[in-house]
């Protein structure tokens, strides 16, 4: 209840404002760690491969004391290891307390480092993923919230392909429009049309909470809407029942900056798109 007038009044109303912002970052940023959680399952299991690799090539070395057998067992130790610390810093990027701090990002890049995470999880539930960075956009962002959005798709998508199926990530630049686009489309179940204007609404959901009481708030879509328009971008979605799903984001494109880092490979050339 607001009470009084004037001054007293516009401080009452500031003080609401500053405690809605409040809670709203913080919804944002447990619906973040909630849905990293769908991954628990996938990262655990891929560490338990990657120390497995680690465990054997380590004894195979100690058994075999030829130059040519240690090198392959330090070879396999050293990229098992980096796959390991590119999964962590994923991981540590991702769960970074948000804070409003933009700044221009390649969106390919932001793009991959997120699949490193989901890779696996996708393998799991036999989705086979294709992606393709005909371009290499750089948008103005905070790369954690986008990561929370793509992560969001990624997994919605996923559920929407009970079972299994093909997963297509496209990011590019639409110079006339003067957008960077990220699009994911799965060959899921789909959206009826009656049901495609209410998916962005908070707590709309036609999913019930898995074993471990995870998913189906409805919250996923209604925060990916509020971080893309934050960003001053555009977030659509295109459905087709029993073909499949399209969300595109679209963020306003920023020059490349002069120290732009070398950008990751095209994930078309990496041994991601080979497995199934
Ligand atoms: N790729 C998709 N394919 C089919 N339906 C989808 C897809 N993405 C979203 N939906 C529909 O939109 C609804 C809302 O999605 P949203 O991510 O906001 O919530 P949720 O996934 O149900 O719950 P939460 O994200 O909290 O786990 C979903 O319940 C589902 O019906
Ligand atoms: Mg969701």
New binding site residues.
């Given amino acids: 209840m607001i009470a009084g007038d004037g001054p007293v009044r516009d401080q009452q109303v500031e003080q609401l404002e500053r405690q809605i912002s409040e809670l709203k970052q913080q919804l944002m940023q447990a619906?973040k760690l909630?849905?990293v959680g769908a991954l628990a399952a996938s990262i655990t299991h891929e560490f338990n491969n990657i120390l497995t690799t680690v465990i054997n090539y380590a004894k195979m070395g100690l058994r075999h004391k030829d130059v040519k057998t240690r090198e392959k067992a330090f070879d396999k130790i050293l990229s098992a290891g980096q796959r390991a610390s590119k999964i962590t810093t994923g991981m540590l990027a991702y769960s970074r307390n948000n804070s409003d701090r933009r700044d221009p990002t390649d969106l390919a890049n932001l793009v991959a480092d997120m699949l490193v995470l989901v890779e696996k999880d996708l393998q799991m539930h036999r989705v086979r993923l294709q992606a393709d960075f005909p371009d290499r956009p750089f948008a103005s962002v905070n790369g954690s919230q986008i990561q929370q959005v793509l992560l969001?798709?990624i997994?919605?998508?996923r559920?929407?392909m009970s079972a299994g199926g093909n997963l297509a990530i496209v990011v590019r630049a639409n110079h006339e429009a003067g957008m960077g686009e990220i699009s994911v489309r799965?060959s899921?179940?789909?959206?009826p049309a009656e049901?495609l204007p209410r998916?962005?609404d908070p707590f709309?959901?036609?999913?019930s909470a898995d074993e471990q009481g995870?998913?189906?708030?409805?919250?996923?879509?209604?925060l990916?809407r509020e971080i893309i328009e934050s960003h001053h971008g555009r977030i659509r979605v295109e459905?087709a029942v029993g073909k499949?799903?399209m969300?595109t984001l679209r963020l306003p494109l920023v020059p490349v900056p002069a120290f732009a880092p070398t950008p990751t490979p095209n994930p078309a050339d990496a041994p991601m798109n080979r497995a199934g």
């Fill in positions: 619906q909630s849905s969001n798709l997994i919605n998508a559920q929407a799965d899921g179940c789909g959206i049901k998916i962005f709309y959901s036609t999913k995870q998913g189906g708030t409805g919250l996923g879509l209604s990916c459905s499949g799903t969300f």
